[in-house]
């Protein structure tokens, strides 16, 4: 069955530092990955996708994430974090042709000034 | 281009009683998809329609059923309540398979 792991429950970041939230899937053929972000009292917004090709996909929002087959991540990035970033991050799985997404328990992200 | 819109918005109910969620996908979007949302359990699928016709079908009990009609709206009918059925539930659209889904702000549902 496919599963999705992000690790950290919670994550501080400065204004301004970088930003690397972890995901981990398992699945046994080339999934369909996504990162959603929720804030508070919000429905989810898609923040990037990775089907296929290139392996670094480009988001909103100033993030990017990189899908590495060997290692089973699709990790989220920012270069810069700002205190609107604050939110709950979620990663996704898929198969493809289905539109059953499976979620990671997410990553709250706090904003320190 | 309307988003996902879901009504109501808030609902507070009690034990035993019976709910119906509704949600209007984007437009041209044929598929529609239904969460649960809850602290403990996280994001957990429900069920997917497309063109009126279950799809997918998520480990919930029969007492959580769904469906879609030909303009693509689709309503989610939750019978005989439990305090456990407390959650947000989204809805997402989609134009149809291996495409991204578009979430809508939800239903905050209350059972005391």
């Known amino acids: 069955a496919q599963s999705v792991t992000q690790p950290d429950i919670h994550i501080t970041v400065s204004e301004g530092a970088s930003l690397e939230l972890r995901c981990n899937y398992s699945?046994?053929?080339?999934?369909?990955l996504f990162w959603y972000v929720q804030s508070p009292g919000q429905g989810l917004q898609l923040l990037l996708k990775?089907?296929?090709?290139?392996?670094l996909v480009q988001g909103i929002k100033g993030f990017e994430a990189e899908f590495k087959r060997s290692q089973s991540s699709f990790n989220l990035r920012k270069p810069s974090v700002h205190w609107s970033d604050a939110a709950e991050y979620f990663c996704?799985?898929?198969?493809?042709?289905?539109?059953?997404?499976?979620f990671g328990t997410g990553t709250r992200l706090l904003v320190s000034p | 281009k309307a988003g996902v819109t879901q009504t109501p918005r808030y609902l507070i109910k009690t034990r035993g009683q019976q709910v119906t969620l509704s949600c209007s996908p984007i437009?041209?979007?044929?598929?529609v998809s239904w969460y649960q949302q809850t602290p403990g359990q996280g994001l957990q699928f429900l069920f997917e329609?497309?063109?009126?016709?279950?799809?997918n079908k998520g480990n919930f009990p029969g007492r959580f059923s769904g469906r879609q009609f030909s303009n693509s709206r689709s309503e989610m009918n939750v019978s005989t309540l439990e305090l456990g059925d407390s959650a947000l539930y989204l809805c997402?659209?989609?134009?149809?398979?291996?495409?991204?889904?578009?979430f809508g702000p939800g239903t905050r549902l209350t059972v005391l």
């Open positions: 990775y089907f296929s090709g290139d392996t």
């Open positions: 329609y497309f063109s009126e016709t279950q799809r």
């Open positions: 699945y046994g053929a080339t999934p369909y």
């Open positions: 437009s041209g979007h044929r598929s």
């Open positions: 996704a799985v898929t198969n493809t042709g289905f539109q059953k997404l499976v």
């Open positions: 997402a659209s989609s134009q149809g398979m291996d495409n991204e889904q578009f």
